[in-house]
């Protein structure tokens, strides 16, 4: 999503991915890999989970393997574990060098501790200031409401005021019909429709829009394959 009246005077990549988990030295190795034949510039990460900041800058590092980092900044949202649960969750913001003004870092405006928002603003080399958001929504569908006109809306209102906002993730969440395909068909008593009414207020109140929906507005493609 990205908010309707605003534009990057320079075209740029953004991705947003769940990875489900990049724990596993071989799938994350694979996946950064790939994400460098990509050539994003951002890329907003749902699901990581990271355990801590440190062990996300670590992977970070390590990339696609051996001299084959992550050529720019990260930046990682990590769920607070508690005793003998295991770590889920976690997002992640990734930002190019190319789209970075020279001796200048990105500042986190909001992170949450549940793991599920993470909000960067950086400078870019055209002069351009812009804020990347990383969500990923509860697969619960009791807590989804509580989560958009709670944390989602906090990480919105903070922040120094860019130029534009873009924001990624899994929302585990349905806005429309034409959204939902499987498992029976569309349908209005899905779960995946708990939380619609407030994400579409959020939405409205700050002029965000489904970016692909509006430039695809009769097309259908999967954002889930098994």
């Known amino acids: 999503m990205a908010q309707s009246g605003a ?21 994350r190795k694979g996946f950064f890999a790939w994400l460098q034949q990509q050539h994003l510039d951002v890329v907003l990460l749902s699901e990581t989970h990271t355990s801590s900041d440190q062990q996300g800058q670590q992977w970070a590092q390590q990339g696609a393997g051996p001299g084959k980092p992550w050529q720019g900044q990260a930046f990682w949202c990590h769920q607070v574990p508690e005793s003998g649960r295991r770590v889920r969750a ?8 190319t789209i970075v003004a020279q001796g ?8 949450s ?10 400078k870019t080399p055209w002069g351009q200031r812009l804020a990347a958001m990383a969500v990923y929504a509860p697969a619960d569908a009791a807590a989804r409401p509580y989560f958009f006109s709670g944390e989602l809306l906090d990480a919105l ?12 993730g899994d ?8 959204d939902e395909e499987g498992m029976g068909g569309s349908s209005r008593t899905s779960g995946r429709f708990t939380g619609s009414q407030d994400l579409h207020l959020v939405c409205s109140s700050f002029d965000l829009v489904d970016v692909w929906r509006w430039s695809h507005p009769r097309a259908k493609q999967s954002t889930h394959y098994c």
């Open 7 to 27: 534009h990057a005077r320079r075209p740029f990549r953004l991705g947003a991915i769940n990875v489900n988990g990049l724990t596993d030295n071989s799938k």
């Open 90 to 97: 976690g997002v992640a913001v990734l930002i190019a060098d």
């Open 104 to 111: 200048s870092d990105g500042v986190v405006d909001y992170s």
């Open 113 to 122: 501790t549940t793991g599920r928002a993470l909000r960067i603003s950086w």
């Open 157 to 168: 209102q903070t922040g120094d005021g860019p130029e534009g906002v873009m924001v990624g």
């Open 171 to 178: 929302f585990n969440c349905c806005l429309s019909a034409a």
